[in-house]
């Protein structure tokens, strides 16, 4: 009678691929918990009394308190805050993107004397800290008259964020064909035509992640709203809820509620363009 061997086991490599999967998922997991964990429970203190948050400030709310979004917007102005906001991100997101497309396709497509310096110097203004500068910028911007203007503001983000979107777009015009632009160049078409008409068309996604950058880093802002903003009805919506915090120290619930108030707006932006930004964003050839 012959006896069979049987051999051990081995794990497959399918199975060595789904525990190696598992371990990711969880380290995903964690790491999703470690960046919601605090906007949950900002919102669920949001929805608690002045006790309840004194008791059980990391639990559920136990009797959901939903007129304190009511009060916050009432009490900290928030509308008019969300209203400067929007006018800022608009006009900061637009003046950005015509700037930066104008000077990344000088960049990429036309012989630019010094054009390798000026990338450089790109860099180099990127990674400045604006505090370096705010002290003359106060003084330039009150001899000029936009101290206190939601323009003088803009022109800011203007000049903080043309950088980077210029360097992003840049990047991503690099990588476009240039057949495109021969055909366009030899029907006649113009550098302003082949730009408008070609280009920009083909670059609208980078152009579009540029927007959301200015956009988003023009709404969250604080140091540089604070310094030259002072009216109440021009503050935007970062430094009306700065100004709402100082006055009610002692109720959290509201400054929670008008915490949640401001950034329900962009966490909505985001989900729906999101997308369009990672797809944008990874396009442009600046990841890493």
Not at 254 to 273: D, E, K, R, T, Y
Request: proline share 5%.
């Amino acid at each position: 009678m012959t006896t069979v061997k049987i051999a051990p086991t081995l794990r497959t490599p399918r199975e060595k691929l789904s525990a190696g999967r598992y371990a990711t998922y969880a380290v995903l997991l964690l790491l999703a918990l470690f960046a919601v964990g605090p906007m949950l429970l900002f919102a669920f203190n949001s929805l608690k009394t002045r006790s309840g948050i004194a008791s059980n400030p990391l639990g559920l709310p136990t009797n959901p308190q939903w007129h304190n979004f009511v009060d916050a917007w009432q009490q900290a102005n928030m509308g008019v805050g969300l209203r400067n906001s929007a006018v800022i991100v608009i006009a900061t997101a637009l003046g950005v993107c015509v700037i930066a497309s104008c000077a990344a396709y000088a960049l990429s497509r036309l012989r630019v004397p010094g054009s390798n310096g000026f990338i450089y110097y790109l860099l180099v203004t990127t990674a400045l800290p604006i505090q370096l500068f705010l002290v003359p910028l106060f003084y330039m911007w009150t001899n000029l008259g936009l101290y206190d203007s939601l323009f003088g503001l803009i022109v800011i983000y203007w000049a903080i964020f043309s950088p980077f979107a210029t360097l992003l777009i840049r990047s991503f015009m690099v990588g476009l064909p240039k057949e495109y632009e021969e055909a366009a160049r030899l029907d006649g078409a113009g550098e302003w035509r082949v730009f408008t008409r070609v280009v920009l068309p083909m670059a609208w996604p980078g152009i579009l992640t540029a927007a959301l950058v200015a956009g988003l880093g023009a709404y969250n802002e604080f140091l540089l709203a604070v310094t030259f903003i002072q009216s109440s009805d021009k503050m935007p919506v970062s430094t009306a809820l700065f100004s709402f915090q100082s006055g009610y120290t002692q109720d959290y619930t509201l400054i929670s509620a008008g915490g949640m108030i401001m950034v329900i707006p962009v966490l909505i932006a985001f989900l729906l363009l999101q997308r369009r930004f990672i797809d944008g964003y990874t396009s442009s050839g600046m990841t890493g």
